[in-house]
Nanobody
Framework: VQLQASGGGLVQPGGSLRLSCAAS????????MGWFRQAPGKERQFVAV????????RYADSAKGRFTMSMDSAKNTIYLQMNSLKPEDTAVYYC????????????????????WGQGTQVTVSS
């Protein structure tokens, strides 16, 4: 299984970006799929997670009200729509997938994921 993240770039504060993550190379009955980010010198940080049979995606407090995670099952692709971007959102954004389902609380831990995309850089700056 391979995850390919794309859509990053340079955007001004208050702007928007939509990240995509396409899965290929296997069967796609993931238990969880998530977005994480890592800024220079910092640990990888949870952003959002979708859980199979778990209702709507859940978000980190820093993402609530500004980011929206969605999924297109037909395309085996997840998205992260990011609005009202701030300089502190600057990071490399990674998508991740887990083969079996775990609860949302545990799914916020990056160590629980089986597959990772290569990351896409998001820079928010004027």
């Amino acid at each position: 299984v391979q995850l390919q993240a794309s859509g990053g770039g340079l955007v001004q504060p208050g702007g928007s970006l939509r990240l995509s993550c396409a899965a290929s190379g296997g069967t796609f009955s993931f238990g969880n799929m998530g977005w994480f980010r890592q800024a220079p010198g910092k640990e990888r940080q949870f952003v959002a997670v979708w859980t199979r049979s778990g209702g709507n995606p859940r978000y980190a407090d820093s993402a609530k009200g500004r980011f929206t995670m969605s999924m297109d099952s037909a395309k085996n692709t997840i998205y992260l729509q990011m609005n009202s971007l701030k300089p502190e959102d600057t990071a490399v954004y990674y998508c991740a997938a887990r083969k079996t389902r775990i609860i949302v609380g545990a799914a916020a831990d990056a160590s629980h994921y089986d597959y990772w995309g290569q990351g896409t850089q998001v820079t928010v700056s004027s």
